[in-house]
């Protein structure tokens, strides 16, 4: 056996770098056969002449001849704008594509990567809220392994391992809470993007932080878990769990529970996915109990943040409902972040979108792609 080939799309973020770290470690195990970034061309270039993949891409055109000029030497294919993504994955002969873009960018080159065949290890988690029935079912018609790499579904996969004919009763998502555990509507009245950004056990990207602080991702998480593991709205719960050590739970009809555990580190799911079937031994820090004597669940306040009520009715809904949500929310953070809107509206924001674009019960792809793009131009004008 050689080794296997991986597609890293969206290498110089917070997943796509971590996933490199894991490749360093097993070197004899993994090669890579492209990197593709959105903007930061001078680490995308530092990747590159490391690992030397096939192909590249930069999103931003207007720096695809410096990246081009700095690998001119290395005999590297250097593709440039959104649409390069989709058509590098006709190009490459990966075995494994790891999508680590950030939101509805993620779902084209996933689909075209399923169409070709090759397996999924899935950190963009909006490509199962967008198109969840449509992405599926091309996996199930190409063959195609889906591997989660969200520590959540991660976890829901690695307990379900040996139980294929074991019925699930429900599984339990867990959730940090977020910097803002705890608090009422009141008390998150003037909060500043600072503050939301301060997650307090995982790093990650301005998008995904934000999203926790609201429990938007505890939400986008709920709908890609019925689509990744055939489940029911009634079928999912979730839990607040302050110290981020058990990952998620399943129950099976006979009221048994499994649970994954560990330390907050997404290197441990990335390992999982690209190195599935195998466990690969890691220097991963260890848990111990006796660092960890208290672990502690709650309810979740979904009257205070309000986000993940929203996707749960966008289940619910079904149709193109979650893809109106999906769309609304990329558009809300980025409006906050920008000090367009306060915290509080971001909720708000996204109920006005699901209740101001048409829906759609049975959509098609094209559909999906027109209900994004009308989603954001309705969330781009919210208050004016």
């Known amino acids: 056996m050689g080794k296997k080939k991986i597609a890293v799309l969206g290498s110089t973020g917070s997943i796509g770098t971590q996933t490199l770290d894991v490749v360093r470690a097993h070197a004899e195990q993994f090669e890579i056969d492209v990197l593709t970034a959105g903007n930061n061309a001078s680490l995308l270039i530092e990747q590159s002449l490391e690992f030397t993949p096939s192909f590249v891409v930069i999103g931003n055109e207007e720096k695809y001849v410096e990246v081009k000029d700095a690998l001119a030497s290395k005999g ?73 790499v969200d520590s959540e579904h991660s976890a829901i996969y690695q307990c379900l391992i040996g139980e294929e004919s074991n019925p699930i009763e429900k599984i339990i998502l867990t959730a940090s809470g977020g910097p803002f ?25 301005a998008k995904i932080t934000i999203d926790s602080a609201s429990l938007m991702n505890k939400g986008l998480e709920v709908i890609e878990a019925k689509w990744l593991f055939d489940l029911t709205p009634e079928q999912i719960d979730v839990v607040v769990h302050p110290q981020s050590i058990i990952h998620s739970l399943v129950q099976f009809e006979d009221g048994s529970i499994k649970a994954q555990l560990g330390l907050p580190d997404m290197k441990l799911p990335i390992q999982y996915a690209i190195g599935y079937p195998n466990r690969l031994p890691s220097n991963f820090e260890r848990f111990s109990f006796l660092d960890y004597p208290n672990l502690t669940f709650e309810q979740p306040d979904k009257e205070t943040f309000r986000n993940l009520q929203l996707a749960f009715d966008a289940l619910e809904k079904g149709g193109n409902m979650a893809c109106i949500l999906n769309a609304a929310n990329e558009v809300a953070v980025q409006r906050f972040l920008n000090d367009e809107i306060k915290f509080l509206e971001l909720a708000e924001l996204n109920e006005a979108c699901m209740q101001k674009v048409a829906f759609i019960a049975h959509p098609t792809l094209q559909d999906y792609i027109e209900t994004d793009k009308e989603a954001r131009r309705v969330a781009a004008t919210y208050g004016s």
């Open 76 to 148: 590297i294919q250097v593709f440039a704008g959104e649409s390069a993504l989709t058509e590098v994955m006709e190009m490459t002969n990966a075995d494994i594509v790891l999508t680590a873009l950030v939101g509805y960018a993620g779902l084209l080159p996933t689909l075209k990567a399923i169409d070709r065949g090759m397996d999924i290890a899935l950190a963009n988690k909006e490509t199962l809220v967008v198109a969840g029935e449509i992405v599926m079912e091309q996996a199930r018609q190409k063959g195609v392994h889906i591997h989660p």
């Open 181 to 205: 555990r705890g608090r009422k509507r009141a008390d998150l009245a003037q909060v500043t993007k600072e503050q939301a950004l301060k997650h307090p056990n995982w790093d990650m990207g």
